[in-house]
C-alpha cells in the first residue's frame, strides 16, 4: 500500500516508518523538520518537506500522491507549552489536521491512523484510564487531540474514511528528541551522559506509563488491516514514578548523579497508566518490551551516539 506518514522524521513515526516499509510498503514522508531530523529518515521513503498548517502545500501533496493511508503522526506535543500558547497547539493540532482530511475526502484514503494521547486525555481519574471512560483533558495538548478524535468520527460519518486514534502513553526509545519537555528518559539519559544532573519536575512522586517505541511502531502495523474504527490506549498499564526513571537511568548510566528537584510544571497530571485490553482483542496487540529492557536499550543508544 502506498501510506502517507507526517512528521515521520519525527521519533515515533521515523519506526512507524522503518516498519511499514520492511513489510513492502510504499511509504511517503511530510515533515517540517520542526523537530524532526533527516538522519531519522529511512533512504526508502519519498520525503518532501512541507508543514501540515500550509493549507495549500499541504493539500496539494495529499491529491498528488492520492495515498491509500494517512499515518498523521505531525503534530505539536509540548503539554507545558500548550498552556501558556494554547493558539498556537490548536492551530497545529486542530487545523493541521483539517489541512489533510479536506484533502482526503477528496481521494479519498482508505483509512487514516492518528498518534493521539492516553496519558492527557482523561483527566484526574482512577488508573489505569480505559476508553470507555469520559475524556476529560486537563491541558490544551489533550485538549486537541480529542478534537482530533472528534473530527475524524466526522469525516468517518459524513464521508466513509475509517480511522483509529492510537491514544499512547508516555513513548521512549532511541531518536528521542531531548532537548525540550517531552521524553523525560531521553532527557536525563542524555544529560548524563553529558555529565550533568538533570532536574525533576515536582518532588518526582508523579507516575506515567512507559511505552517502548517499537510496540509502539508494531500497533501502527496491526492497525493497517484492522475493519475497527475509534480510540485504542497502547500502553503497558504499569506506572512508573518520575523519581525512579532517574535511578534507573543512573543506574543504567553507571553515573554518580544527585537528584535535584525543581518546581512542579502547571496542567501536568498527577498520575496515568493505560488498560490496553481493548487493544490487545481487537489488533492482537500487548507490549513486550519491560522498563528495565527497554531503558537498557535507550542507555545503551545515547552511549553510542554521544
Known sequence: MKILITGGAGFIASHVADAYIELGHEVVIVDNLSSGNKANLNPQAKFIEADITDREKIQEIVRTERPEIINHHA?????????????????????GLLNIMEAAKEIPVKKVIMAATGGAMYGNKPTPFNEEMKAEPLS????????GELYLNYYHELYQIPFISLRYSNVYGPRQNAHGESGVIAIFSEMIADGKAPAINGD???????VYVSDVARANVLALESDFVGELNI??????STNEVFRKVVAE???????VHTAERPGEQVTSSLDYSKAKKILGWEPVVNFDEGVRRVVAWYKKTN
Open 253 to 259: 548510566m553507571g553515573a554518580d548523579v544527585k537528584e
Open 140 to 147: 490544551p495538548y489533550g485538549i486537541s487531540k480529542r478534537a
Open 75 to 95: 503534530a505539536h506535543i509540548q503539554v507545558g507549552y500548550s498552556v501558556k500558547n494554547p493558539q498556537f497547539d490548536a492551530e497545529n493540532n486542530i487545523m
Open 204 to 210: 518526582g512522586t508523579h507516575t506515567r506509563d512507559y
Open 235 to 240: 500502553g503497558t498499564q504499569t506506572e512508573i
